[in-house]
């Protein structure tokens, strides 16, 4: 009975409200996982870390994407500079932070665009 309630619950919660929840909940889990990640590669090294290097860098990747859409939630910009491995055109000229922001939550959260354009 209470299972029921809780899907009824989360069947009727807005999609903004339910979208920025799913991205708090990744943001939670990934940050404990880049912490535990850290500390393994901060101790002696006893095997080869490469792949932990590379899923730390991933997760880095993954929570900056993630900050850059909530602060875009809240008509902020999280990245103010260029990223290093920013892919923009000539034709666009210099980096838009809020432009930047725009296309990440266009790919990751669509929903939350809409709202945030206004």
Not at 36 to 65: C, G, I, N, V, Y
Request: hydrophobic share 35%.
């Amino acid at each position: 009975m209470q299972q029921q309630a809780i899907e009824t619950t989360q069947s009727n919660e807005n999609p903004r409200l339910a979208r920025l929840r799913v991205l708090h909940t990744s943001r939670l889990a990934f940050e404990a996982e880049t912490r535990a990640l850290k500390q393994r590669l901060r101790s002696t090294w006893q095997e080869p870390m490469a792949d932990a290097q590379r899923r730390l860098h991933q997760l880095r990747h993954s929570l900056t994407e993630i900050y850059c859409v909530l602060a875009l939630t809240r008509g902020r910009a999280h990245r103010r500079h260029e990223p290093q491995a920013w892919q923009g055109t000539r034709e666009e000229g210099t980096f838009q932070p809020l432009s930047y922001a725009r296309r990440i939550t266009a790919r990751l959260a669509p929903e939350l665009l809409s709202e945030v354009q206004s």
